[in-house]
Nanobody
Framework: QVQPVESGGGLVQAGGALRLSCAAS????????MGWFRQAPGKEREVVAA????????YYADSVKGRFTISRDNAKNTVYLQMNRLEPEDTAVYYC????????????????WGQGTQVTVSS
C-alpha cells in the first residue's frame, strides 16, 4: 500500500503553467499505477491523467490532452503532473491516487488517495 501526498498547487493566470508533485510513501510504489483526478466546486471528481507502473502508455482526459503531461520517477517514489496553458476551467482540487491495476481509469479502480492540492486559474 502507498500513501500519496500532493504538493505544488497554487494560483496562476490563464495561459500559465504549474507542476504538481505527488510523493508516495511505501516500498511498493513501483508496482502501482498512479493517477491524477480533480474536483471542481459543484462537480463530480473526474480523472485527469493516469500512468502505468513502468511509465508507459499514459492516459489523458480529452479536456487536458496536449496541455498536461503525467510522468513518474520510481527511484523517488514520485509522480508529476505538468500543466501548461492553464485555463480557468482547470480550477479544482487535484488529487493524486494509486491503483494496483494495470490500466486504471475509473475512480473505483484506485485505492489510495491524497488529501488534494488546490489549483486556481484566474482569467
Amino acid at each position: 500500500q502507498v500513501q500519496p501526498v500532493e504538493s505544488g498547487g497554487g494560483l496562476v493566470q490563464a495561459g500559465g503553467a504549474l507542476r504538481l508533485s505527488c510523493a508516495a510513501s511505501g516500498r511498493t510504489f513501483s508496482i502501482y499505477s498512479m493517477g491524477w483526478f480533480r474536483q471542481a466546486p459543484g462537480k463530480e471528481r473526474e480523472v485527469v491523467a493516469a500512468i502505468s507502473c513502468t511509465g508507459s502508455s499514459p492516459y489523458y482526459a480529452d479536456s487536458v490532452k496536449g496541455r498536461f503531461t503525467i510522468s513518474r520517477d520510481n527511484a523517488k517514489n514520485t509522480v508529476y503532473l505538468q500543466m501548461n496553458r492553464l485555463e480557468p476551467e482547470d480550477t479544482a482540487v487535484y488529487y493524486c491516487t494509486a491503483s494496483p491495476w494495470r490500466a486504471p481509469r475509473l475512480e473505483a479502480d484506485f485505492s489510495s488517495w491524497g488529501q488534494g492540492t488546490q489549483v486556481t486559474v484566474s482569467s
